[in-house]
């Protein structure tokens, strides 16, 4: 028989997971944001998600680097305006 004590690792809880995994992604450069979507927002994002199959990390990033260059343009009242007009 081994003489060696064999150690067990301690297994991790969910909450422990969820912390390695936000520091994780904070040490590659990325952060998280959190908030609610619009009815809205909410039809238009289906949509996106069924055509593209892109993942929600790559719709919110897509989102506000589009919106971004809308403002950087002056188009940022256009974008705004066309949402309404089509009660998006």
Do not use: F
Request: net charge positive; hydrophobic share 30%.
């Amino acid at each position: 028989m081994d003489d060696r004590v064999k150690k067990k690792k301690k297994a991790m809880t969910n909450a422990e997971k969820q912390k390695r995994y936000r520091e994780r992604q904070k040490e590659r450069g990325k952060q998280e944001m959190r908030g609610y979507l619009s009815p809205e927002a909410k039809v238009c994002y289906q949509l996106i998600s069924e055509q593209t199959k892109w993942s929600d990390s790559i719709i919110l990033s897509n989102a506000v680097r589009l919106t971004y260059a809308a403002y950087k343009n002056g188009q940022i009242g256009l974008l705004n305006s066309w949402l309404k007009n089509n009660e998006l």
